[in-house]
Nanobody
Framework: QVQLVESGGGLVQAGGSLRLSCAAS????????MGWFRQAPGKEREFVAA????????AYADSVKGRFTISRDNAKNTVFLQMNSLRPEDTAVYYC?????????????WGQGTQVTVSS
């Protein structure tokens, strides 16, 4: 089993930046990929970004392309999400995840989430 703990959320004005971190523990050797999802109040959880361990291949939702960057430090079992040019519609609870990424990303484990609020 893999345990995930997110950090770095907070309140920021539109156009600002935040950097989220996710520390993984447990059976991290079994993690093929890691990714981020988000969920706004009253909405379904949606995919944000994912990164593959083997070659660092990435995938992004269209809504965040060019603004968000996912990266990972395999030695430290940590994944990051750099969020720039934030918009009010980016407001959500952001969840770190671990799973597999071959053609598409599939999450198997989830963190507890961290709140990101973007003001107008």
């Amino acid at each position: 089993q893999v345990q995930l703990v997110e950090s770095g959320g907070g309140l920021v004005q539109a156009g600002g930046s935040l950097r989220l971190s996710c520390a993984a523990s447990g059976r991290t050797f079994s993690t093929h990929a890691m990714g981020w999802f988000r969920q706004a109040p009253g909405k379904e959880r949606e995919f944000v970004a994912a990164i593959r361990r083997s070659d660092s291949s990435t995938a992004y939702a269209d809504s965040v392309k060019g603004r968000f960057t996912i990266s990972r430090d395999n030695a430290k079992n940590t994944v990051f999400l750099q969020m720039n040019s934030l918009r009010p519609e980016d407001t959500a609870v952001y969840y770190c995840s671990a799973g597999s990424y071959y053609f598409t990303y599939t999450a198997d484990y989830w963190g507890q989430g961290t709140q990101v609020t973007v003001s107008s």
